[in-house]
Antibody, heavy 121, light 112 residues
Framework: QVQLQESGPGLVKPSQTLSLTCTVSGGSISSGDYYWSWIRQPPGKGLEWIGYIYYSGSTYYNPSLKSRVTISVDTSKNQFSLKLSSVTAADTAVYYC?????????????WGQGTLVTVSS | QSALTQPASVSGSPGQSITISCTGTSSDVGSYNLVSWYQQHPGKAPKLMIYEGSKRPSGVSNRFSGSKSGNTASLTISGLQAEDEADYYCCSYAGSSTSAVVFGGGTKLTVL
């Protein structure tokens, strides 16, 4: 069974860049059957899709965040990463990484536990 | 990109059935039969309950069912149980040339 685990700083200063990594175990990030995704949830609010990446490096981003987001993949480490630049308090959220089906059914079937990132000076 | 529209809250008594609606547009829900539904308990990651509009992953109770009509998808939970109390989110594929994925705002289900 696939497991995903987010890691990275829990506190980021305003205007700086938020960086998180997701480590995948129990499956290969290069399998080709999935996109590797980031989703966030501000405290007390709903889910927001940030973007996803295919093992080849192809990316899709939420248009509302596209100018600030970079998602990358490291197949040798079975990891993928998120960078969000110029953060503000509005970027405070629990950030989840998730596996997204790319075979035609389009759903998130495995999720990490989530990591809270607070933007504050 | 606009979020899909869900009611903020629904409630029901144990044993009853409830339905949560999820309204999108002809660019997402209406164009693709690719709506998924997620259950989220407090402090936990979301869990996939329905995919491709009406299919259940292995291990999900058959009390959960999904359907779609036009631009609106629905999740029905029959025989409500206390453990069904949670937040529910719909999600739709929106095409690779646009935003790709859009979530609903979420619905809080209270079991009375």
């Amino acid at each position: 069974q696939v497991q995903l685990q987010e890691s990275g700083p829990g506190l980021v200063k305003p205007s700086q860049t938020l960086s998180l990594t997701c480590t995948v175990s129990g499956g290969s990030i290069s399998s080709g059957d999935y996109y590797w995704s980031w989703i966030r949830q501000p405290p007390g609010k709903g889910l927001e899709w940030i973007g996803y990446i295919y093992y080849s490096g192809s990316t899709y981003y939420n248009p509302s965040l596209k100018s600030r987001v970079t998602i990358s993949v490291d197949t040798s480490k079975n990891q993928f990463s998120l960078k969000l630049s110029s953060v503000t308090a509005a970027d405070t959220a629990v950030y989840y990484c998730a596996q997204y089906d790319s075979s035609g059914y389009h759903y998130f079937d495995y999720w990490g536990q989530g990591t809270l990132v607070t933007v504050s000076s | 990109q606009s979020a899909l529209t869900q009611p903020a809250s629904v409630s029901g008594s144990p044993g009853q059935s409830i339905t949560i609606s999820c309204t999108g547009t002809s660019s997402d829900v209406g164009s693709y039969n690719l709506v998924s539904w997620y259950q989220q308990h407090p402090g936990k990651a979301p869990k996939l309950m329905i995919y491709e509009g009406s299919k259940r992953p292995s291990g999900v109770s058959n009390r959960f069912s999904g359907s779609k009509s036009g631009n609106t998808a629905s999740l029905t939970i029959s025989g409500l149980q206390a453990e069904d109390e949670a937040d529910y989110y719909c999600c739709s594929y929106a095409g690779s040339s646009t935003s790709a994925v859009v979530f609903g705002g979420g619905t809080k289900l209270t079991v009375l």
